[in-house]
């Protein structure tokens, strides 16, 4: 449990970092650098995929590496990757499309109560 919450914290620490940097770096906005640091991390755990890092990280750190848009990009990476003689696009959306619904449905709940 504290190896998750410290690797949890970690990619917190990395995702502020990176916002910092196209913050100031780039001199961005905060929109646009939000972005782009979602966008990084996203491409990371794409990266991390083929060569099973994500998976050894996973095993480590336990829900600490379960950030939504990392864990989605991970999904798809490994399913295009498991499928890609048969029809990546095809086996990418039906094992992610149930995860975009439950976000879409859970941020709708969420907006009727804020």
Known sequence: MGKAF???GFIAVVGQALHDMYSIWFHMNEEEAIRWMNGTLIV???IFTPNR??????QFAGAGMIVPMMSLANIWSASALE???????????????????TLIVA????????
């Open 53 to 58: 890092l994500y998976r050894r990280l996973t």
């Open 107 to 114: 941020s709708y709940v969420a907006a009727l109560f804020l």
């Open 6 to 8: 410290l690797f949890g």
């Open 83 to 101: 499928h890609r003689n048969e029809g990546a696009t095809e086996h990418m959306f039906s094992v992610g499309g149930s995860i975009i619904v």
């Open 44 to 46: 990371c755990a794409a």
